[in-house]
């Protein structure tokens, strides 16, 4: 048998062992849990809100055409940034305001401005 195929049945077998008698035990606080540590909510559990490789993958092609955008002058790199940081980021624009010094109505106006030129554009495809 290959060395790498015995070091991954031994891993498999830890992590079994270490979800059926976990070492803590003789901690207070600790709970035998009856979920499977492979189920789906364990899973979900353990990762929380990581973002799907699908996500990522959509952000950066959003964001790559959003730069292509910006770069032909269809909107502003003000706005282009306004945009990421709430649409993307999930910042508010009471945050943004506070941090660049500039009024929330004047970081709306650029994005509901940028917004509707882009909504004026034809879809890809």
Known sequence: ????????????YRQ???FDHPR???QRDWQHST???DSDEA?????????????IALDRTILDELRTIASQGVISEHALRVIVQTRILGRTV?????????????????????ERRLRKLPLAG
């Open 1 to 12: 048998m290959a060395a790498n195929v015995l070091l991954d049945v031994r891993k498999r």
């Open 16 to 18: 079994l062992r270490e």
């Open 24 to 26: 803590k035990r003789h």
């Open 35 to 37: 979920t499977r540590w």
């Open 43 to 55: 899973v979900a559990e353990r990762l929380g809100d990581v973002p799907s490789a699908e996500d």
């Open 94 to 114: 009471s945050e943004l305001a506070a941090h660049s010094g500039i009024s929330r109505n004047t970081l709306m106006s650029w994005r509901f401005r940028a």
